[in-house]
T-cell receptor, first 113, second 114 residues
Framework: KNQVEQSPQSLIILEGKNCTLQ??????????LRWYKQDTGRGPVSLTI?????NTKSNGRYTATLDADTKQSSLHITASQLSDSASYIC????????????FGQGTRLTINP | DADVTQTPRNRITKTGKRIMLECSQT?????MYWYRQDPGLGLRLIYY???????NKGEISDGYSVSRQAQAKFSLSLESAIPNQTALYFC?????????????FGPGTRLLVL
């Protein structure tokens, strides 16, 4: 069964600290993996996309990694800011014809001053 | 102006009522999607459309119907609303296959069925 599991479900850290969010998937065949940021009351916005051949990709203070062998991805946030408080959703595209999108349940991140 | 808009943003309705949620986009994308989001669950696909005359069921289409009136508009209908359809509904668009197929989401419609 194609699944995407994210951990932790929620996380609280102090402003300025770093954190890492995890995503494990079983989607096969794999096409790409995307991390979205969803602010409260808003729709998700794409942060980064990773294909099979990419191990690391950065977008400002966000760095995503992908290990296609173990089917794991992580999103590392450096020097967190209050505006990083949001849900972070991992989405894997794959399946036959790369037409299936499987969404993780998200990690709720809270940054405290 | 927002590229993907949804109306209404909030709606309260009663069991058995028919309601329609509307989505419009100015991105010129061919592909449009309707999702629902429930607490603790990932976004789940209800219906999607790759072109004006194309309608496809997603994983949870029962109790819903859609209409793709034009490239820019995609409506979701609940024929007879029930309480377990209380959720946050998102419309999304993407460009055709061949590119990264980034999905662009609307702001969401919060629906409460009493």
């Amino acid at each position: 069964k194609n699944q995407v599991e994210q951990s932790p479900q929620s996380l609280i850290i102090l402003e300025g600290k770093n954190c890492t969010l995890q995503c494990n998937y079983t989607v096969s065949p794999f096409s790409n993996l995307r991390w979205y940021k969803q602010d409260t009351g808003r729709g998700p916005v794409s942060l980064t996309i990773m294909t099979f051949s990419e191990n690391t990709k950065s977008n400002g203070r966000y760095t995503a990694t992908l290990d296609a062998d173990t089917k794991q991805s992580s999103l590392h946030i450096t020097a967190s800011q209050l505006s990083d408080s949001a849900s972070y959703i991992c989405v894997v595209r794959g399946g036959q014809g790369a037409q299936k999108l499987v969404f993780g349940q998200g990690t709720r991140l809270t940054i405290n001053p | 102006d927002a590229d993907v808009t949804q109306t209404p943003r909030n709606r309260i309705t009663k069991t058995g009522k028919r309601i329609m949620l509307e989505c419009s986009q100015t991105k010129g994308h061919d592909r449009m999607y309707w999702y629902r989001q429930d607490p603790g669950l990932g976004l789940r696909l209800i219906y999607y459309s790759f072109d004006v005359k194309d309608i496809n069921k997603g994983e949870i289409s029962d109790g819903y119907s859609v209409s793709r009136q034009a490239q820019a508009k995609f409506s979701l209908s609940l024929e007879s609303a029930i309480p377990n359809q209380t959720a946050l509904y998102f419309c999304a668009t993407s460009e055709a296959a061949g590119g990264p197929e980034t999905q662009y989401f609307g702001p969401g419609t919060r629906l409460l069925v009493l």
